[in-house]
């Protein structure tokens, strides 16, 4: 750019006589005359008279040239930085320019309009160029131009009606634009190959998954079948032979061979019974009325014969009458002795249990009490376990239930090597999920508890809301579907947080085994109160088990109000 362009030529310093031809030549020109006083008139042309320059009155006359100008120039000396300040960009200029305002020009006494034009166009390029990044080239390129639609009127009387330019790195910074590139292009790859590898992860863990849940669906199938079959040898026989129809012959042979032994074993035992009896008459321990009463037959040392009675009763007792077994929910379970029975005898409640479910919101509304729920999980825990005798009569399970119940711990006795649960709070609470889990787990639970031996006491469940539940219309079906169950469990329902005193009153049993929480309390206070109510109310349940008396009795702990007497 050391090129010039002139503007301003003096018209008085012609030869008259060359006058002629410096008009045809500058026929697109200004004239600009300067009067002595300083005063400047655009368009005088009249040559001055002979007074006119005796007088000092001629002035001066210059001609401003008014053509449209065009220039292309490449900006190299004055490198344009981007946003980092470490890179350049090069530009190329097409500029188009013409004189506006003839007057201004002399006024300012421009010599030279490319150095007024180059540095307007330059300075808004580095001020444009500044704020991209070396990438972004064609960014700072469209708003350079945006800026010259419109003609550009300078203050020295210019006016540029065009500029194009074009933008792009330097060689440098191509070279760093292309291992950007590179790198983002690696990085885009190996993000999408870590995708795929991913994707193929999740999908082997999803079918993983679906072979898992086959199985566990087909043992848990298995196990409904077979909890409700016999496990005498008719029983086991006839499983075998309804899958291996083909082992028949050997089956009839191993149950001859059972019975055989069974009846062996009866008449060993006959025979040892016969030797102790007539030892005991030899040595005159029994007397002759003794045993007329004891048998109600007149021949002494005469005992019953009974075979083995494959498929039929079982022989009648000897001696005083077998405690009868208790009824519960259409199942036999053994009872422990009768009352007055020797010192030193077991437990009334000896052999008994008592399922008991923890149900406890763990819907997103319940986030504020979960740590309160973990404490006091730990808490029963650590009790039970201090108290193996009471922790035998109970069986404990622990569910959370949010749009869903969730398993935390199936039915378990508790002891040290138990593993507490944890409870996580999210999603809608929904309080028919809690009763739709009880009666899927109560048949299964109570029936294996039934076939394990002993007596098997009503269930206890304790269900703890802290909001109001989102299924109105649907947990009431739920509930009364629970209670009209041949296993229906009493339930001890706790209302915390924003639970309603009316709803709470419709999960509970019974009026005096519904409890709310005044909203006020702190939620930590809440849950502490709830964990003393869980607590004291299950070891109570555990001491009646053992002694065969298990009353349920809640008292409700200060701070906790029945729901019955909240408004």
């Given amino acids: ?19 002629k031809d ?6 697109n020109v200004a004239i600009v005359h300067i009067a002595s006083d ?13 007074w006119a320059k005796v007088l000092g009155r001629s002035g001066t006359r210059l001609a401003v040239d008014l053509g449209d100008h065009r220039r292309q120039a490449a900006v190299r000396s004055t490198p344009l930085p981007c946003s980092d300040q470490a890179h350049r960009f090069e530009a190329t200029l097409d500029v188009g320019f013409r004189v506006e305002d003839p007057e201004q020009v002399v006024r300012r006494s421009v010599p030279d309009a490319l150095p007024i034009v180059y540095g307007h ?18 960014r700072a390129e469209e708003e350079v131009n945006r800026a010259f639609q419109q003609p550009v009127r300078l203050p020295e009387g210019l006016t540029i009606y065009l500029c194009r330019v074009h933008i792009e790195p330097d060689d440098d910074a191509r070279q760093y634009i292309k291992a950007l590139t590179r790198a983002r292009r690696d990085g885009t790859l190996g993000q999408r190959q870590h995708e795929k590898r991913v994707a193929e992860v999740t999908s082997d863990e999803a079918v993983e998954n679906l072979r898992l849940t086959g199985e566990l669906d087909r043992e848990k199938r298995r196990g409904a079948a077979l909890a409700g079959m016999s496990w005498d040898i008719e029983g086991l026989i006839r499983q075998h032979l309804v899958k291996h129809p ?5 089956a009839l042979q191993l149950r001859l061979e059972w019975e055989s032994t069974q009846a062996m074993r009866w008449e060993l035992g006959t025979q040892r019974s016969d030797e102790m009896f007539k030892f005991m008459v030899e040595k005159d321990f029994f007397r002759a009325p003794d045993l007329m009463s004891s048998y109600g037959g007149p021949a002494v040392g ?9 498929g039929g009763p079982p022989p009648p007792a000897v001696g005083p009458a077998a405690t009868a077994p208790v009824m519960w929910g259409g199942a036999a379970a053994v009872a422990g002795p009768a009352p007055g029975a020797p010192a030193g005898a077991a437990p009334a409640g000896a052999g008994a249990t008592m399922p008991v479910y923890v149900v406890l919101d763990a819907s997103q509304s319940a ?14 825990h650590t009790a039970l376990t201090q108290s193996p005798d009471v922790a035998a009569g109970l069986r404990l399970s622990v569910i959370g239930f949010a749009e869903r119940p969730d398993m935390r711990m199936p039915l378990t006795r508790v002891d040290w090597g138990t593993d507490v649960p944890h409870l996580s709070a999210g999603g809608g609470l ?10 899927d787990l109560l048949p299964g639970d109570v029936d294996r508890l039934k076939h394990g031996g002993g007596r098997v006491h009503r269930p206890v469940v304790f269900l703890v809301t802290t909001a109001p539940p989102q299924d109105n219309v649907k947990w009431p079906d739920a509930r009364q579907s629970l209670a009209a169950h041949r296993y229906a469990p009493t339930i001890v329902a706790c209302g915390l947080g924003t639970a309603e005193s009316r709803g709470v009153l419709r999960i509970a049993s019974s009026p005096e085994l519904a409890f709310v929480a005044d909203p006020a309390v702190p939620a930590a206070d809440q849950t502490a109160l709830f964990s003393a109510l869980l607590q004291n109310t299950l070891l109570h349940l555990g001491r009646g088990v053992l002694a065969g008396r298990p009353d349920l009795i809640a008292e409700c702990p200060k701070g906790l109000l029945p729901a019955a007497t909240v408004g």
């Avoid at 750019?1 to 006058?19: C, E, Y």
């Avoid at 028919?432 to 009666?439: K, Q, R, S, T, V």
């Fill in 121 to 138: 166009v330059i300075h808004l390029l580095r001020t444009t160029a500044r704020r991209y990044a070396i990438d972004e080239a064609d």
């Fill in 367 to 380: 986030a504020p009490f979960t740590a309160g729920f973990n404490d006091a999980l730990r808490s029963l």
């Fill in 38 to 50: 300083g005063k400047l008139t655009v368009g005088t042309s009249a040559t001055p008279n002979f």
């Fill in 302 to 310: 005469a005992l019953p014969m009974y075979g083995p009675q494959v």
């Fill in 430 to 439: 929904h309080l028919a999920a809690a009763f739709d889990g009880l009666l």
């Fill in 22 to 27: 410096w008009w045809d030549r500058h026929r």
């Fill in 246 to 250: 083909e082992d028949t012959e050997r």
């Fill in 1 to 19: 750019m050391a090129a010039t362009l002139p503007l301003i030529t003096s018209v008085d310093s012609m030869p008259s006589d060359q006058h």
